[in-house]
T-cell receptor, first 113, second 115 residues
Framework: DQQVKQNSPSLSVQEGRISILNCDYTNSMFDYFLWYKKYPAEGPTFLISISSIKDKNEDGRFTVFLNKSAKHLSLHIVPSQPGDSAVYFCAASAKEYGNKLVFGAGTILRVKS | DTGVSQNPRHKITKRGQNVTFRCDPISEHNRLYWYRQTLGQGPEFLTYFQNEAQLEKSRLLSDRFSAERPKGSFSTLEIQRTEQGDSAMYLC?????????????FGQGTRLTVV
């Protein structure tokens, strides 16, 4: 039972353009959502998060949007840079579940220069 | 303190051997999580600790797996009688665990290969 889904295995974007990574979830108990970036042979690095009481959170080039009614969130990266090329994981958690993270399968982002 | 530290980074072992991994969390973090990641998948939750208490174990964690966090500081994950299916990246993460959600910060992981 995949509670967090990232339906796009990969995404290719030109440098300077916007990257949009999408994530869907099924469990309405989730109240906190996070995006992590991962390079090969390294652990995930925290990027940005959003609480379920908000619909947008912005940090520099990164913005996360949450649509609770659709159980959908997205990560926007603008402008995209070659160093952004990595695997991006969407994760969700709930206080009731001890804040353990439930991850999607990831989306490989390639930013072409 | 520069973050979550995991040792070793890589471990190759023969099937049937026991292995132990260590995780040192960020010092003020009272929650510590173990995850496992296989190729093409996101990390999967294994177990977590609030201070020294192990509060939850995933059904993914067979009886061959045991985790400890003595004194609420570092943690160890032991796998007994390793099988080829145990080959994966084992990730440790820590968080503040305050009321309200807080981000979890991951270590570099331990890559286990069972031959």
């Amino acid at each position: 039972d995949q509670q967090v889904k990232q339906n796009s295995p990969s995404l290719s974007v030109q440098e300077g353009r916007i990257s949009i990574l999408n994530c869907d979830y099924t469990n309405s108990m989730f109240d906190y959502f996070l995006w992590y970036k991962k390079y090969p042979a390294e652990g995930p690095t925290f990027l940005i998060s959003i609480s379920s009481i908000k619909d947008k959170n912005e940090d520099g080039r990164f913005t996360v949007f949450l649509n609770k009614s659709a159980k959908h969130l997205s990560l926007h990266i603008v402008p995209s840079q070659p160093g952004d090329s990595a695997v991006y994981f969407c994760a969700a958690s709930a206080k009731e579940y001890g804040n353990k993270l439930v991850f999607g399968a990831g989306t490989i982002l390639r930013v072409k220069s | 303190d520069t973050g979550v530290s995991q040792n070793p980074r890589h471990k190759i072992t023969k099937r049937g051997q026991n292995v132990t991994f260590r995780c040192d969390p960020i010092s003020e973090h009272n929650r510590l999580y173990w995850y496992r990641q296989t190729l093409g998948q996101g990390p999967e939750f294994l177990t977590y600790f609030q201070n020294e208490a192990q509060l939850e174990k995933s059904r993914l964690l067979s009886d061959r797996f045991s985790a400890e966090r003595p004194k609420g500081s570092f943690s160890t994950l032991e796998i007994q009688r390793t099988e080829q299916g145990d080959s994966a990246m084992y990730l440790c993460a820590s968080s503040l665990g305050r009321l309200g959600n807080t981000e979890a910060f991951f270590g570099q992981g331990t890559r286990l290969t069972v031959v």
